[in-house]
T-cell receptor
Framework: AQTVTQSQPEMSVQEAETVTLSCTYDTSENNYYLFWYKQPPSRQMILVIRQEAYKQQNATENRFSVNFQKAAKSFSLKISDSQLGDTAMYFCAFMIPNRDDKIIFGKGTRLHILP | GAVVSQHPSWVICKSGTSVKIECRSLDFQATTMFWYRQFPKQSLMLMATSNEGSKATYEQGVEKDKFLINHASLTLSTLTVTSAHPEDSSFYIC?????????????FGSGTRLTVV
């Protein structure tokens, strides 16, 4: 069975600082997708970034980047120049394509950006 | 971009009654719809997966007779909580997936807060 572990339940950083959220996963599959989702107080799930396991290059989306270490089964999210609007729950998630396509979520990290 | 409309956004019902939650994909056809439940300050727990025109697949521990899922068309899936009880109070979220999307896109509804009194 696939599992996703987020070891940081809650974090706080000052605005404009850089913060890294950690995520590890466990699977015996070789082809899979990893995601980071953001859930702000509105509770709408928002895709932050996605990484395909077969791609060695780390995905980036503006201020958001990942450090994907396939051998270590690690998938951390770095938020640069953090903004107040980044305050949210962040979920790391995992999916195996062409099987059931269901996303398995980690328990989440609550991130507070302090003014 | 892809939009999933979920209604109602919140509902209060009496114990013993049934509540239906709808999710519609507005500008694409969702071959698969996932239904999640989220307790306060917790993660999303997958309840079931439904494919258009077929029976839903429920996760272990989810009562299929209590949480009825219908996916009658490629744009509409419904979750009916039957004979609701206070312990069913939760936040329910749907997520639509179109397998033909090359980027494995998932679009989430805005969620439904159910309170059973």
């Amino acid at each position: 069975a696939q599992t996703v572990t987020q070891s940081q339940p809650e974090m706080s950083v000052q605005e404009a600082e850089t913060v890294t959220l950690s995520c590890t996963y466990d699977t015996s599959e070789n082809n899979y997708y990893l995601f980071w989702y953001k859930q702000p107080p509105s509770r709408q799930m928002i895709l932050v970034i996605r990484q395909e396991a077969y791609k060695q290059q780390n995905a980036t989306e503006n201020r958001f980047s990942v450090n994907f270490q396939k051998a270590a089964k690690s998938f951390s999210l770095k938020i640069s120049d953090s903004q107040l609007g980044d305050t949210a729950m962040y979920f790391c998630a995992f999916m195996i394509p062409n099987r059931d396509d269901k996303i398995i979520f980690g328990k989440g990290t609550r991130l507070h950006i302090l003014p | 971009g892809a939009v999933v409309s979920q209604h109602p956004s919140w509902v209060i019902c009496k114990s013993g009654t049934s509540v239906k939650i709808e999710c519609r994909s507005l500008d694409f056809q969702a071959t698969t719809m996932f239904w999640y439940r989220q307790f306060p300050k917790q993660s999303l727990m997958l309840m079931a997966t439904s494919n258009e025109g077929s029976k839903a697949t429920y996760e272990q521990g989810v009562e299929k007779d209590k949480f009825l899922i219908n996916h009658a068309s490629l744009t509409l899936s419904t979750l009916t909580v039957t004979s609701a009880h206070p312990e069913d109070s939760s936040f329910y979220i749907c997520s639509a997936h179109q397998s033909l999307f090359s980027d494995y896109g998932y679009t989430f509804g805005s969620g439904t807060r159910l309170t059973v009194v």
